[in-house]
């Protein structure tokens, strides 16, 4: 199975995505990670553009062929971005999930945002205004949304796995 995250950064795609993937024993593929390794080579400029992307696509069809579960993490803002991650697991002729992770409150989602350290070295996180500035096409109902405003992880985690379950039905 595919399970493809998105969601603006600082919603907790990231963490929730680890925790699904420490659980599941599937590969996590997170295009930040991806990115940030393509501008430390030297050879691209400070914006990969779609060569992320288009790396974690190969990544996530490659680990799929051979059976794993992949859960792709990445802010996945571009209605063509979720859908050619749909034509990935199309291709692997395996089930595909959408989860949009979200922060339903404002105030705690800005204080992540403002006060989360990478993990990721040279990758420099956006500000506030930069992620409520960023374009982000709209879901048109297809994802599974999880809100991570006053949850633990493990109960975003169990949430998500239920809904996975009667996704999957």
């Known amino acids: 199975?595919?399970?493809?995250?998105g969601?603006?950064?600082g919603t907790g795609k990231t963490t929730v995505a680890r925790a699904l993937a420490r659980q599941l024993k599937?590969?996590?593929i997170r295009v930040d990670t991806i990115e940030q390794a393509l501008r430390s080579s030297g050879q691209l400029d400070a914006d990969v553009g779609p060569v992320g992307y288009i790396v974690a696509y190969a990544i996530a069809e490659d680990n799929l062929s051979l059976g794993k579960t992949v859960i792709a993490d990445s802010v996945n803002p571009l209605l063509i971005t979720r859908d050619a991650w749909l034509s990935i697991a199309?291709?692997?002729?395996?089930?595909?999930?959408?989860v949009e992770v979200i922060c339903s409150d404002k105030i705690e989602h800005r204080h992540r945002v403002e006060t989360r350290h990478s993990d990721v070295k040279g990758l420099i996180k956006p500000t506030w205004q930069e992620v409520i500035d960023r374009n982000y096409d709209d879901w048109a109902g297809r994802p599974i949304v999880i809100d991570t405003a006053?949850?633990?992880v493990d109960d975003v985690v169990t949430?998500?796995?239920?809904k996975l379950s009667a996704h999957s039905s």
Request: net charge neutral; hydrophobic share 60%.
């Open 150 to 152: 006053a949850k633990s």
């Open 90 to 98: 199309e291709r692997a002729g395996v089930r595909a999930a959408e």
């Open 1 to 5: 199975m595919l399970i493809v995250f």
């Open 26 to 28: 599937a590969a996590h």
């Open 159 to 162: 949430e998500l796995i239920a």
């Open 7 to 9: 969601g603006l950064p």
